[in-house]
């Protein structure tokens, strides 16, 4: 680990040709892929050239790091992307939640539940409302597309918004979906269903979004503003 210009800088020696410079998510971290010879002369002189380059994607990552939960009154959820005010309401009997238009959100558990059993009932009650509202937004668009999708499913996906299998017709959502704007669902779920009339993000595939969904591109920069997955923000740099 080097410390270059007050940055922290992990570097590796490989087999390589070029010098390759990466930022990860979510604390920015910063690491450098170098060919075997390079000199830590040419290192410090690299990371000093793309100091203003690093610092401007730490802050990204940071500024789109997930908000820790503890699940207690007072915190802010998101539902289908409005803001709800939890309130855990502690008393006998079996745990649930409730939702109403007014932005209210209420957890209602036994005394002493976990944090962990908290996030758990809460992760099933999104679950519930996600499936409803993809099994309407299905209703809506296999008729329109012509396409059926032969089974759907829900999970926690740390790179990606949606998947399809083309063959057994199966889309998977990401629960993540559950706390975005319904629009950015209604887009993954057309997305993903389009992939069964053309496989790859090919001109065609795009023609046929904005037929059948002329403002996607919308959705597709509000989630893309939000990602949460484990890629990094690189530059490759020929020697």
Known sequence: MLSIAGIDVQVVRKKIKNLNLAVYPPDGRVRLSVPQHVSDETIQSLIISKFDWIKQK??????????????????MHLVFGQPCRLTVIERSGKHRVMHDAAGSLQLFVRPETTQFARAKCLDAWYREQLRQRIGELLKLWQPVIGKEVAEFGIKKMKTRWGTCNIHKRRIWLNLELAKKPLACLEYVVVHEMVHLLERNHTRRFHRLMDQFLPDWRQSKAILNHHLFDDSASDVSVTE
Do not use: D, I
């Open 58 to 75: 730490q802050r990204v990552c940071r500024a789109k790091a997930p908000v820790e939960y503890r699940y207690e009154t007072g915190e």
